[in-house]
């Protein structure tokens, strides 16, 4: 059976993903995960430490793997793939935390939810940046281009995600080799 602090982590989750982060009380969240506040507050402190650990907790492992296949290592097309697994298996993986994740990134920035994630997805920037800083040593078309590249690297990952959470494709070896090679042609032409 599980402890209220992963019962209170599981609802919080479904809900922010469902209703969005501000939409969702403290009061709803204790109902749903069948607890009063005091044991909420007793391990997170607030609604915004209940998503900090959310995200530490539950986002962080994908943090860890992103950073280890984005290391440029003089194969372009190899670590592209890498990267376009890692998140297409997160992302399968734990679903509602990924959807709950691209809402808050295209949230208003000020909005507490945002102000929690978006170090996460500026990290997912950086590593993407500077994977394609290194590939320049290999193909120098590419210099200082790596901020752009990243963005749109990202960007077909995120919609190909999105479209595959909402059941209209499905990811697979094909997808994989799709979003690789569309993204390619645009860097290498």
């Known amino acids: 059976m599980a ?7 599981d609802c919080s989750l479904k809900l922010f993903a469902a ?9 709803q969240i204790v109902e749903a995960a069948g607890i009063k506040k005091p044991t909420l507050y007793h391990y997170f402190g607030s609604k915004r430490g209940l998503l900090e650990t959310l995200m530490q907790e539950q986002f962080t492992p994908f943090m860890t793997q992103l950073r280890s296949v984005a290391a440029y290592t003089g194969d372009l097309p190899l670590s592209l793939r890498q990267v376009v697994v890692c998140y297409f298996e997160f992302a399968m993986s734990q679903p509602t935390l990924y959807l709950m994740h691209l809402a808050a990134w295209f949230a208003n920035p000020e909005n507490e939810a945002s102000l929690v994630i978006t170090p996460f997805i500026q990290e997912q920037h950086q590593l993407l940046e500077t994977m394609f800083q290194e590939a320049v040593k290999d193909h120098g078309n590419m210099r200082e281009r790596h901020k752009v590249y990243a963005a749109t690297f990202l960007g077909m990952i995120n919609t190909y ?29």
Do not use: P
């Not at 595959?164 to 290498?188: C, P, R, T």
């Open 3 to 9: 402890d209220n602090r992963s019962i209170i982590l």
């Open 19 to 27: 209703k969005g982060y501000d939409a969702v009380g403290v009061q």
């Open 161 to 189: 995600l999105v479209q595959a959470l909402h059941g209209q494709l499905k990811l697979n070896e094909q997808a994989v080799k799709q979003v690789v090679q569309q993204f390619s042609y645009g860097i290498y032409s």
